[in-house]
C-alpha cells in the first residue's frame, strides 16, 4: 500500500471516494462464503482432499488452499481456516452450496461432516494501510472474531459470527472505515491479480494456470489429483498462465482473443476481466500463452482488435 495520503491517478480518470479510502486510508467490504467441515475426522478427511497441508494448524491459523478433480482441475479455491473444533473454507458465496455438498458427498465415509454455513458467519475484507491499526484487531474486541492476514487485494479479514454483524459495522464506522462497492472492488481486485471464480478461473484450469502456487503444498501426502500435480512440477510446464494485460488503446471487452497473427487457429491470449483504473487506465486479467514474454504486445494497427500489452502481476 502507499504510505502517500492521495492516490495518484491518471489525468483524467476520476477517483471515488472509497477507492482513495482503500488505497491510503481503510475500506472494507462484507463477503459471503463459508463452509464448515466438522467432527472427529476433520483434518484427516481434508488431508486427502486438499492441496494444502491441514495438519498443524492451529485454532485462528489460515492457509490457502484448493480442491482438485482427479484429473488435477480445479473443483474450487479459497482460505482454510482453523476453529477450536472445525475447520472453515472461505469461497465465494456463488461456489459455497456447490463445494458443501462436493465434501459432504466423500465426508461420509468418515466421521466427518460438511455444510454450508455461509449464514453463521460475517466476513468483512479490509482494505488500507490503516487496516492493520489496534482497534480492528477484532478476536481483542468482538467474542468469537478472527483476524485473518492479507492477500491478494485485501489488507486482512474478519471473520466474526453473524450476530457481531452490527457491532463490528459500526466500529468500522467509528474508526472512519469506507464501504468498498462491487465497482471499486473489481477495480481493486483486478489491479492485485486475484482471480475470481467463474470468470478467471473455471473448472477447465489446473491450479498453476491461475498462481496458485501457494495453496499447494510440495511436501504433505496423497490428495485428489496429487499425482497430475506432481507431473506438471517434475516434468512439464502448464500451457497458459494467468496474467495481467494493459490496453493502451482504452478498454477492452472480456472474452477478447488474441490470435497469432501467422497461425490463427493459436489464441495468443484470451481477457477473462477488464476495468479501467484511476492508477493504471484500461486495464484486465487474462490467459496468456506460455511463449508470451511479459511486455509482448499484441494484436497490430491494422487488427480491428485493440492493442494489450502483457504485464506482471500485480500491476504497478
Excluded at 491517478?9 to 467490504?29: I, K
Excluded at 482497534?135 to 450476530?163: I, M
Excluded at 490470435?259 to 493504471?280: G, H, I, N, Y
Aim: glycine share 10%; hydrophobic share 40%.
Amino acid at each position: 500500500m502507499p504510505s502517500s495520503s492521495t492516490t495518484r491517478s491518471r489525468p483524467g480518470t476520476p477517483v471515488a471516494e472509497d477507492y482513495a479510502a482503500a488505497r491510503n486510508r481503510l475500506a472494507h467490504r462484507v463477503r459471503t462464503g463459508v463452509v464448515a467441515v466438522e467432527g472427529a475426522d476433520r483434518a484427516a478427511f481434508l488431508q486427502g482432499q486438499l492441496t494444502q497441508d491441514v495438519r498443524g494448524l492451529a485454532p485462528g491459523e489460515s492457509r490457502l488452499a484448493a480442491g482438485l478433480t482427479a484429473k488435477g482441475k480445479l473443483l474450487y479455491f479459497g482460505r482454510l481456516v482453523a476453529e477450536a473444533d472445525r475447520l472453515l473454507l472461505l469461497v465465494p458465496a456463488s461456489a459455497a452450496p456447490g463445494v458443501a455438498g462436493h465434501l459432504a458427498k466423500y465426508a461420509a465415509f468418515q466421521k466427518a461432516s460438511a455444510r454450508d454455513a455461509t449464514a453463521d458467519f460475517l466476513r468483512i475484507a479490509l482494505y488500507g494501510p490503516e487496516a492493520s491499526g489496534p482497534r480492528l484487531h477484532g478476536e481483542s474486541t468482538f467474542v468469537g472474531t478472527v483476524r485473518l492476514p492479507a492477500e491478494w487485494d485485501h489488507a486482512g479479514e474478519l471473520l466474526a459470527p453473524e450476530a457481531a454483524r452490527a457491532a463490528i459495522l459500526e466500529e468500522l464506522s467509528s474508526a472512519g472505515s469506507v464501504p468498498v462497492s462491487e465497482n471499486t472492488s473489481e477495480i481493486l481486485r483486478v489491479e492485485a491479480g486475484r482471480p475470481r471464480w467463474g470468470q478467471d478461473a473455471t473448472e477447465a484450469n489446473l491450479a498453476e494456470e491461475i498462481g496458485l502456487q501457494a495453496a499447494i503444498s510440495a511436501t504433505k501426502g496423497c490428495y485428489v489429483g496429487q499425482e497430475i500435480v506432481a507431473r506438471m512440477r517434475t516434468y512439464g510446464k502448464v500451457n497458459r498462465r494467468l496474467a495481467g494485460l494493459r490496453f493502451p488503446e482504452g478498454p477492452v471487452a472480456a472474452g477478447t482473443s488474441y490470435p497469432d497473427p501467422e497461425k490463427p487457429q493459436l489464441e495468443l491470449a484470451r481477457v477473462t476481466s477488464s476495468v479501467v483504473s484511476p492508477r493504471f487506465g484500461a486495464i484486465g486479467l487474462g490467459f496468456v500463452f506460455r511463449d508470451v514474454a511479459e511486455g509482448a504486445a499484441l494484436g497490430s494497427a491494422g487488427s480491428p482488435t485493440p492493442t494489450a500489452v502483457v504485464s506482471a502481476l500485480p500491476f504497478s
